[in-house]
């Protein structure tokens, strides 16, 4: 089955608490929570007490997606405050150690690469990936159209022999997520199109019907 992760960005930051609650009665699958600080990207988001916070207001899975120059330094402390998936982007610094300490933790690894970085850059460490996030747009802000043309790393990815979760975030939706679908990927990271919608749950059990 194919999961929906709604990626709380694009969520009422005045009521996180009811827009996690609305994201997991739709029937999500698990919860998309990017980390983002003004250096990697040029945005900030939250930090590990928010999540902290959230957990303890369902069992549903976080997808903790660290947007961050120096991942390893947060890796800790975002997997003490819940993380059940914890991502980090192949393009940041020491990414392969932050894997490994993903790992002793306990914690499912992820790794993510922007829209222009070639999934070869992966090729000797995918061993240590629980999943390969691929962004189809430039992380740091939501709301903005996909690119198509990334998708095509899906296939790559099986190509060299990848059996975990693929996982695509930036502009999905109900117009190209049997695109994503049909090119290898498991996970749908939905923001504008999840809370902007104006019935989340069938949106929920049309993700799950493909």
Known sequence: ?????????????????????????????????????????????????????????????????LMLDQPLSMVDVFAKSGADVLTVHAEAEHFVEALERIRELGVKTGVSVRPGTSVEVLRDHLHLCDRVLLMTVEPGFGGQAMKPEALSKGRELRALGFQGEIEVDGGIGPANMQLAVDNGVDVLVMGTAFFGSADPVQLAQQVHAL
């Open 1 to 65: 089955m194919i999961k929906l992760s709604p990626s709380l960005l694009a969520a009422d930051p005045a009521c996180l608490g009811n827009e996690v609650r609305k994201a997991v009665n739709a029937g999500c699958d698990e919860l998309h929570f990017d980390v983002m600080d003004a250096h990697f990207v040029p945005n900030l988001t939250f930090g590990p007490h928010i999540l902290a916070a959230l957990k303890k207001l369902t069992d549903c899975p976080f997808d903790v997606h």
